[in-house]
């Protein structure tokens, strides 16, 4: 109910306050107003736009996530205006996109983002974000692997991840191997702790797992 709220608010406000804007000769019109760049605004705008993200999901109410995920689309917008080929851009676009449920468009720039960089680790671990927020545990699965491979080996949130979805298709060994992956990057956490605790005390032999995978095996020996 809360995401539906939020979700009607941002559009109201983004509807109403968010003309797309027209690109000429070194500026960009925006509600109106002419902006002419310069040197170093990208990184002063993308700044911006990554406090405002930051902002958004610590605020609790509807309109201040609604302010801060406007203001923040405005400013990766811009970006994206100054450097077409900004990855940060479309990553930030999509995770907007996402966040207020339309999801053919947060795909459609996370794909930029991946046509211009496929081997981005922030891309593809925000792409796995996506997924695993709709459910789609293997598509999740496949992104955290990207960004783990690209980069983000020693990042907590991935291996923990990565641990979570393999719990989930009850893969106990890979499931364990990530959670102390990421115990190992945060040894004071108490809850990784006990997750590994309690996956040691279960037996990987009758996990579905196991038995999926050498049903697999088995049916491949009798052909």
């Given at each position: 109910m809360i995401k539906k709220l939020i979700y009607i608010s941002i559009l109201i406000i983004l509807c109403g306050n968010f003309a797309l804007a027209k690109t000429q000769s070194g500026g960009l019109e925006y509600n109106s107003y002419k902006y002419t760049f310069k040197s170093g605004d990208e990184q002063k705008f993308l700044k911006q736009a990554n406090v405002d993200m930051l902002l958004f999901e610590k605020s609790e109410l509807i309109t201040q996530k609604a302010?801060?995920?406007?203001?923040?689309?405005?400013?990766?917008?811009?970006?994206?205006?100054?450097?077409?080929?900004?990855?940060?851009?479309?990553?930030?676009?999509?995770?907007?996109?996402?966040?207020?449920?339309?999801?053919?468009?947060?795909?459609?720039?996370?794909?930029?983002?991946?046509?211009?960089?496929?081997?981005?680790?922030?891309?593809?671990?925000?792409f796995a974000n996506f997924y695993y927020k709709r459910k789609d545990l293997i598509n999740a699965l496949t992104y955290y692997k990207k960004a783990y491979e690209y980069g983000y080996s020693n990042n907590v949130e991935v291996n923990y991840m990565m641990g979570t979805i393999y719990e989930k298709l009850a893969d106990i060994e890979n499931s364990k191997k990530f959670y102390a992956n990421a115990l190992a990057l945060n040894p004071t956490n108490e809850e990784l702790n006990i997750k590994i605790r309690l996956l040691d005390e279960l037996n990987y032999s009758q996990?579905?797992?196991?038995?999926?995978?050498?049903?697999?095996?088995?049916?491949?020996?009798?052909?």
């Open positions: 302010y801060y995920l406007q203001d923040a689309m405005r400013y990766f917008y811009m970006v994206s205006q100054i450097n077409p080929k900004s990855v940060d851009a479309q990553v930030g676009l999509a995770r907007i996109y996402d966040e207020i449920q339309l999801d053919n468009y947060a795909k459609k720039h996370f794909y930029v983002g991946l046509d211009f960089d496929n081997k981005n680790p922030k891309t593809n671990f925000y996990s579905q797992y196991y038995l999926y995978s050498n049903s697999g095996k088995r049916k491949k020996r009798d052909k």
